[in-house]
């Protein structure tokens, strides 16, 4: 069964920092790019990074580029999202997903920016 699993998310303040991870299991991880996508509340799907097989390339949206930072452990079948300087709009359910279009998706993290 494949499986996507998001953790990290929370609430935080302007300015702070957060870590997702997101665990994968029951597919092939190490040859798929990884994304993430986030939603804010009343919105559309925004792209946000990702990452290609190896982890020698990445990619980000100028909304989060020079804030954010996306990472693969192979070994652990795990991509992360390290979010610095945090800002209110950054606030969305945080989801991963592999391959372009998406082929898995996980069920989201939320991360709220507020104080």
């Known amino acids: 069964e494949v499986q996507l699993v998001e953790s990290g998310g929370g609430l935080v303040q302007p300015g702070g920092s957060l870590r997702l991870s997101c665990a994968a299991s029951g597919f092939t991880f190490s040859i798929y790019v990884m994304n993430w996508v986030r939603q804010a509340p009343g919105k559309g799907l925004e792209w946000v990074s990702c990452?290609?097989?190896?982890?020698?390339?990445?990619t980000y949206a100028d909304s989060v580029k020079g804030r954010f930072t996306i990472s693969r452990d192979d070994a652990k079948n795990t991509v992360y999202l390290q979010m610095n300087s945090l800002k209110p709009e950054d606030t969305a359910v945080y989801y991963c997903?592999?391959?372009?279009?998406?082929?898995?998706w996980g069920q989201g993290t939320q991360v709220t920016v507020s104080s």
């Open positions: 990452i290609n097989s190896g982890g020698g390339s990445t």
């Open positions: 997903n592999a391959d372009w279009p998406p082929r898995y």
